[in-house]
């Protein structure tokens, strides 16, 4: 079975940085794209990023376009999502999901459970 | 990116069946068969149910049915039980190779 562990959230202040990490293991990982998706606190779920299996396509949500970026480190089964000048609005719960497809995304399948991240002062 | 539009909260009695609509437009929903359908209970990380508007991955309950027309899906469950009560959301692929959820509705078996 598939597991995805996500690690890096915290609290941080507004205007300050974060990398989230997501190790994956029991799967091709190379083989497959990976997302981020985000959920705040009582909300529901919001898409924010995604990459192709190569690490060669990435793709972002408007909300978070030129702050995010996304990577991969296929030789260590590892995501990232480097994310700068957080906001308040990014407190959410952030989670790591393999897609079902290779040289895109569309659809996240398996889940992890979620790292919190908090934006205050 | 809009989100899609879902009914906030649907119910339905033991054994009963409800419907799940999902509404799109042509740049995502109506355009394309990557429509999914996922299930949220509370405190837990979302599970898929159903992929590629109508397909059931491994180990989910043929109680669980999807389909669409024009730019609308939709997510039946039939003989409905007390541990489908969650939060169900919808999603698609979009025309700028994005994903885009539903604002996601909550079911309440009765």
């Known amino acids: 079975e598939v597991e995805l562990l996500e690690s890096g959230g915290g609290l941080v202040q507004p205007g300050g940085s974060l990398r989230l990490s997501c190790a994956a293991s029991r799967f091709s990982f190379s083989n497959y794209g990976m997302n981020w998706v985000r959920q705040a606190p009582g909300k529901g779920l919001e898409w924010v990023s995604g990459i192709s299996g190569g690490g060669g396509s990435t793709l972002y949500a408007d909300s978070v376009k030129g702050r995010f970026t996304i990577s991969r480190d296929n030789s260590k089964n590892t995501l990232y999502l480097q994310m700068n000048s957080l906001k308040v609005e990014d407190t959410a719960i952030y989670y790591c999901?393999?897609?079902?497809?290779?040289?895109?995304?569309?659809?996240?399948?398996?889940w992890g459970q979620g790292t919190l991240v908090t934006v205050s002062s | 990116q809009s989100a899609l539009t879902q009914p906030a909260s649907v119910s339905g009695s033991p054994g009963q069946s409800i419907t799940i609509s999902c509404a799109g437009t042509?740049?995502?929903?109506?355009?394309?068969?990557?429509v999914s359908w996922y299930q949220q209970h509370p405190g837990k990380a979302p599970k898929l149910m159903i992929y590629e508007v109508s397909n059931r991955p491994s180990g989910v309950s043929n109680r669980f049915s999807g389909s669409k027309s024009g730019n609308t899906a939709s997510l039946t469950i039939s003989g409905l039980q007390a541990e489908d009560e969650a939060d169900y959301y919808c999603s698609s692929y979009t025309s700028s190779s994005t994903v885009v959820f539903g604002g996601g509705t909550k079911l309440t078996v009765l």
């Open positions: 042509s740049s995502d929903v109506g355009g394309y068969n990557y």
């Open positions: 999901a393999k897609d079902r497809r290779k040289t895109t995304v569309s659809t996240p399948d398996y």
